[in-house]
């Protein structure tokens, strides 16, 4: 190939030794003076020099013209198919394998985007291929499918940048062929025969992530192998597309040979329970190609889930737990001196003459709603109880008026309230957990039913002795029932019948548990379209376990078992930080007994200290100094018999027996807000049983 004349002195050399011999005064008459002979001279070897580059260019354009012919019919008929692309994956160019396998001709490709044949199942992966692309510094392979017409081909693709810097790349298309389930290769290796007894979940797939052959733990898990084949493996055991989005993410990184992350599908299993699965992927190389197939290795994880889950959940009724003690303790304290404020008004009323009827009606009204209050703040007390292992005694009807009182609100609106509480003996239980099964178990009553029917629909709650003695609650709804194929499932973790997202299907499965804990059992009848009814049997209690949970006796007990107080009057001593608690004493107690008040527990013990009281009514909750520290200071300083003269006043909804154990004494609490009766009651047991010690 001719080379183009890089340097001036050889260009000029070979054009002077084609410049004829002009002899002096070859321009006529008066030959022109010497620099002008000079100047001609130049002029022409200039001439000659461009006619040679010019000759020279013309050699090399057609060389390259020639040579370029030569490589586009090595390119067209290189048999693998290539297309160089734009950034945006618009065709700049594509050989003839290329057109062959979009069926297009050069003219047709050419300025479409490749994007046009692409799969519209493979648009993700494609999207995610070309942004691979553009930040790689070497190949990008991806797997995916091309549509040809009314033909699916199975492709794989393998781009690179150009290495000019600009924004194009070239892109290799490599058919797979058929699904290696129907390679005899696959079929004959060993390794992958090993896989259908192989313990634990695994699944054979081909490049594009299809299923094709699960082991037996796989196969059990979906009762129907046969079904999956074929078919994606995240699209067997993912619902999300959150989770098949990163599955096929995982699979394009382990075919590439790069790491591949974990991934977590969840699926719904024929038998209705929600199932848990993590996957890691692994490639096996063939004889010819890099990857053969893939190896994809399941963990189940349903129990973990399930166990989180239910920590998540105790964490939450923990939570829940605090709050409403927190609440009930902050709505006791002001419900206390209203609840006293009201009866004695209403004391003082029934003394006048009848001539504001309105009035006491008022003063009813107003006590009606305070004690209103109180039940609620009591039936949230219950469910409060931190200490989920202690057992008391319980009346299972008075519970389940609690549970109705917190569900009112799901029900009212759904359906008529049924009741029939016949007589039954008390069972040990934990009144904390028992109230979680009531109130679940009313609560998905209501669900089942939709809102706006409460005039045609029923929850029913019947109480009965079995005749065995237990204690039978059946919790009946006419709501929407279940299928005959769910009752078997129905209290097994993540089994919900209601639609994804509305429900963790844990309650039930904590129901069970919780009563199977207290030595029952529960079980559940139902018919589609015809309600359902869930049946808990409870062991009765026995009458050792019964006196066993009686904290103390009633106070008519107290006071037939120790004399009755004495009428005189009693130096009597109220300790809370709250004053309009201190006014109440003053105005229910004041008018037989000598009552002092004071708004904290150093000024109660300066007192102490200097003169005596019969009783010391002591908020246990106040600033800088509490009821329990007060009596231990009290003992410290050999005052034994002014403490145990203490009455804990509080508005916590701890138990009371809860209460003792944090003090370590068996000793009198008030809980507030309380009665007129209930305070008196205290008083008097106080008074008696220090009138008995004296004896």
């Avoid at 008066?30 to 020279?56: K, V």
């Avoid at 027996?657 to 003090?663: G, N, T, Y």
Wanted: net charge negative.
């Amino acid at each position: 190939m001719p080379r183009v004349e890089t340097s001036i002195h050889a260009l000029r050399s070979r054009a002077e030794a084609l410049l004829p011999d002009y002899p002096a005064g070859q321009f006529g008459p008066g030959a022109a003076p010497e620099d002008l002979d000079t100047l001609l001279r130049e002029l022409r070897l200039h001439e000659i020099e461009l006619e040679l580059q010019n000759a020279s260019l013309r050699d090399i354009q057609l060389e390259l013209e020639q040579s370029h012919a030569k490589l586009r019919e090595l390119y067209d008929r290189v048999p693998t198919p290539h297309l160089r692309l734009a950034e945006d994956s618009t065709i700049l160019d594509a050989n003839d394998a290329a057109l062959a396998l979009l069926a297009s001709t050069r003219e047709a490709a050419v300025g479409r985007r490749i994007s046009r044949w692409v799969n519209t199942d493979d648009v993700t992966t494609f999207e995610q291929h070309r942004r691979s692309l553009a930040g790689a510094d070497s190949n990008v392979t991806s797997y995916l499918a091309l549509d040809i017409g009314d033909a699916r081909r199975e492709v794989r693709l393998e781009s690179i940048r150009a290495r000019d810097g600009s924004s194009e790349s070239l892109t290799t298309i490599t058919e797979l062929g058929d699904s290696p389930r129907s390679s005899p290769a696959l079929e004959a290796d060993a390794f992958a025969a090993t896989i259908l007894d192989a313990a634990g979940l695994m699944a054979v797939l081909d490049l594009r992530g299809r299923i094709v052959q699960l082991n037996r733990g796989c196969s059990a898990l979906l009762d129907d192998s046969g079904a999956a084949t074929g078919r994606e493996l995240w699209e067997v055991f993912a619902t999300s597309p959150e989770q098949r989005a990163l599955a096929r993410e995982c699979l394009s990184a382990a075919v590439a040979q790069r790491s591949s992350p974990v991934w977590e599908g969840a699926f719904v299993a024929p038998n209705g329970v929600q199932r848990h699965v993590t996957w890691s992927l692994a490639t096996v190389a063939g004889k010819a190609t890099p990857v053969s197939y893939v190896i994809a290795t399941g963990n189940d994880v349903t129990s973990v889930k399930a166990l989180r889950a239910q920590l998540v959940v105790a964490e939450r009724l923990a939570a829940i737990g605090q709050l409403a003690a927190g609440v009930g303790h902050e709505i006791n304290n002001p419900l206390a001196y209203v609840k006293s404020s009201l009866e004695l008004a209403a004391a003082l009323l029934n003394k006048l003459p009848e001539e504001h009827p309105k009035l006491g009606h008022m003063i009813d009204v107003a006590q009606e709603g305070a004690e209103r209050i109180r039940l609620i703040v009591e039936d949230l007390r219950v469910l409060s109880s931190h200490d989920v292992h202690s057992v008391d005694a319980i009346d299972v009807r008075e519970l389940l008026k609690s549970c109705v009182q917190l569900a009112s609100n799901e029900i009212s609106h759904r359906a008529r309230l049924v009741v029939d509480y016949g007589h039954v003996p008390r069972v040990m239980a934990n009144a904390g957990r028992l109230s979680q099964v009531f109130l679940n178990l009313l609560v998905n009553a209501a669900q089942s039913i939709g809102q706006g029917h409460g005039g045609s629909n029923e929850i029913g709650l019947r109480t009965r002795t079995g005749a065995d003695g237990g204690v039978v609650v059946e919790i009946r709804d006419t709501g929407s029932g279940m299928a005959a194929k769910d009752l078997e499932h129905v209290f097994e973790p993540f089994f919900t019948t209601k639609r994804m997202g509305e429900g963790t299907g844990l309650g039930l499965a904590i129901c069970h548990g919780i009563i199977t804990q207290l030595g029952g059992r529960i079980s559940v009848e139902s018919v589609s379209g015809h309600g359902t009814t869930f049946s808990i049997w409870l062991p009765a209690a026995t009458s050792a376990g019964v006196a066993k949970a009686r904290l103390a006796p009633e106070p008519d007990e107290r006071r037939r078992a120790g004399g009755h107080a004495t009428a005189s009057r009693r130096e009597i001593l109220v300790v809370d930080d709250e004053p309009r608690i201190a006014e109440s004493f003053m105005l229910l107690l004041g008018g037989q007994h000598h009552v002092r008040t004071v708004s904290t527990g150093r000024a109660a013990l300066e007192l102490c200290a200097t003169e005596k009281f019969d009783v010391i009514f002591c908020d246990l909750r106040m600033p800088e100094m509490g009821g329990y520290e007060v009596y231990q200071s009290l003992r410290a300083a050999d005052c034994e018999a002014q403490a145990k003269r203490i009455v804990f006043m509080t508005g916590s909804l701890t138990t009371t027996r809860d209460l003792q154990a944090s003090v370590h004494e068996d000793v009198a609490i008030l809980r507030k807000p309380f009665s007129t009766k209930e305070l008196n009651a205290v008083l008097e047991d106080c008074l008696s049983a220090s009138s008995s010690a004296q004896r």
